[in-house]
């Protein structure tokens, strides 16, 4: 095969020398991926990938506005089944993703507006914090989410598979990791360990799951 197109999750379970493009979606994609792995960004209403390596196809267009990024073209649906046109009056589809886009048009995503982690006043995206933790030594896999803190408003919890459960990362050692490289308010403050996090048949993230374990 020359073309693949996979969530970020299976991405370990092939080698990728074997085909031309893969393309992930779904999630965000890793830092460090081979040159042949391409993260597309798209969702249902626009009938899958529309931006490439943070490049529009050619027809779409995407604008920030307010933080929040816009899509419009003729990849867009019409209207939801039994529902109203989710467009604006000009063509445009609100995404629920937070993002900008550079002078150049490369579209830069940071995630769902509904999933920020608000922590004494700062914003928290979860991939940013979910990348740097993942590099760290003990941890096999990471989410991170919000819980209700009486003095942060919300507390930053990493969810984590350790790599060896007989010997998994503290709590302190993924603080001082993370500031190491993201400012201090978000580094977590605290810390649950899982056998596996919850994820789809397909092997997305299921954040809404991520509550009841944090």
Not at 8 to 14: D, E, G, K, Q
Not at 66 to 90: I, N, S
Request: proline content about 8%; charged content about 25%.
């Amino acid at each position: 095969a020359t073309l693949v197109s996979l969530v970020v999750t299976a991405l370990a379970r092939i080698d990728t020398s074997r085909f031309r493009r893969v393309l992930l979606g779904g999630s965000a994609p890793p830092a460090e991926r081979p040159t042949n792995v391409v993260a597309t960004y798209g969702m249902t209403e626009t009938g899958g990938g529309v931006v490439y390596d943070g490049r529009p196809l050619p027809g779409v267009e995407v604008r920030a506005l307010d933080g929040e990024l816009q899509v419009r073209g003729p990849m867009l649906l019409r209207a939801y089944r039994d529902g109203p046109d989710p467009k604006d009056d000009d063509g445009w589809f609100a995404t629920g993703d937070a993002g900008s886009v550079a002078a150049d048009g490369t579209v830069a995503v940071v995630g769902r507006i509904a999933e920020v982690v608000v922590t004494g006043g700062e914003n928290v995206w979860p991939a940013p914090v979910e990348a740097v933790l993942a590099r760290h030594p003990s941890v096999a896999e990471v989410a991170v989410t919000g819980r209700a803190d009486r003095e942060w408003g919300q507390r930053v919890v990493a969810v984590v598979v350790p790599v060896d459960p007989a010997a998994p990362p503290t709590l302190d050692e993924l603080r001082d990791w993370a500031k190491e490289h993201l400012p201090a308010y978000a580094a977590p403050r605290a810390l649950v360990l899982v056998e596996r996090l919850p994820r789809t048949a397909l092997g997305k993230l299921r954040r809404a799951a991520l509550a009841g374990l944090s």
